[in-house]
């Protein structure tokens, strides 16, 4: 069985230029999540998906990100424009149980985005 | 508001020694808690994680974790390191927020082994 799919797994980009990142989650997985590192800090959560739809956005840091699921199956989060504080590893995850506290997370191995 | 804190950073150890990697959370509710680990070019891998019950709980690879409510803590043990197991470590607990599930990580450990 396939993982958690990132791509690209690296991505230096300058100042004001746009980024897409992809992810594809596990086949089936009805629930994707968008989580950053960045450097030193903690994991911090962006949002949840369910299915195509945006179940929680509340940690997207502002509107340059815009994360998109259509047809409910891969993912992007675009970043437009750039800038050098969004920097770090973008983590997705999926799971297939819906809004359970048991529900297991299945990570990607994650894009390190570096904004110079 | 909800917190993890892992106090080490960076943690060294021999290969055959022990571990324990600390972390503290701060949760009004039930905690729900768990340890992932991230070895290099890898997603977070679950190793444990704890619910209820038992509050010593048992993980892959030989892991295990203790649940103190009177400390606030979920540290991570293993009686034997392995030189495999360097990797960083995430310590989480789950919140609950307008009805969904979220996890609060905390900045991880990252342990180095020495043959």
């Known amino acids: 069985e396939a993982g958690v799919t990132q791509f690209p797994s690296h991505s230096v980009i300058e100042k004001g230029q746009t980024v897409t990142l992809r992810c594809d989650p596990i086949?089936?997985?009805?629930?994707l999540y968008w989580y950053r590192r960045v450097m030193g800090k903690e994991i911090k959560f962006l949002l949840h998906?369910?299915?195509?739809?945006?179940?929680?956005e509340s940690g997207m840091p502002n509107n340059r990100f815009l994360a998109e699921r259509t047809g409910g199956t891969y993912s992007t989060l675009k970043v437009q424009p750039a800038e050098l504080e969004d920097s770090g590893v973008y983590f997705c995850?999926?799971?297939?149980?819906?809004?359970?506290?048991?529900?297991?997370?299945?990570f990607g191995s994650g894009t390190q985005l570096s904004v110079l | 508001a909800q917190s993890v804190t892992q106090p080490d950073i960076h943690i060294t150890v021999s290969e055959g020694a022990s571990l324990e990697l600390r972390c503290n959370y701060s949760?009004?509710?039930?905690?729900?808690l768990f340890w992932y680990v991230q070895s290099p070019g890898q997603g977070l891998q679950l190793l444990l994680k704890?619910?209820?019950?038992?509050?010593l709980v048992q993980g892959i690879k030989g892991f295990e974790a203790e649940f103190k409510r009177s400390q606030s803590s979920f540290n991570l043990r293993k009686p034997s390191v392995h030189w495999s197991d360097a990797a960083e470590y995430f310590c989480a607990v789950v919140v609950t927020t307008s009805g969904t599930y979220k996890y609060i990580f905390g900045t991880g450990t990252r342990l180095k082994v020495l043959a």
């Open positions: 704890y619910f209820s019950g038992d509050t």
């Open positions: 995850a999926s799971s297939q149980v819906q809004n359970r506290v048991d529900e297991k997370l299945f």
């Open positions: 949760y009004g509710a039930t905690p729900y």
């Open positions: 998906f369910v299915k195509e739809s945006k179940q929680d």
């Open positions: 086949s089936g997985h009805d629930n």
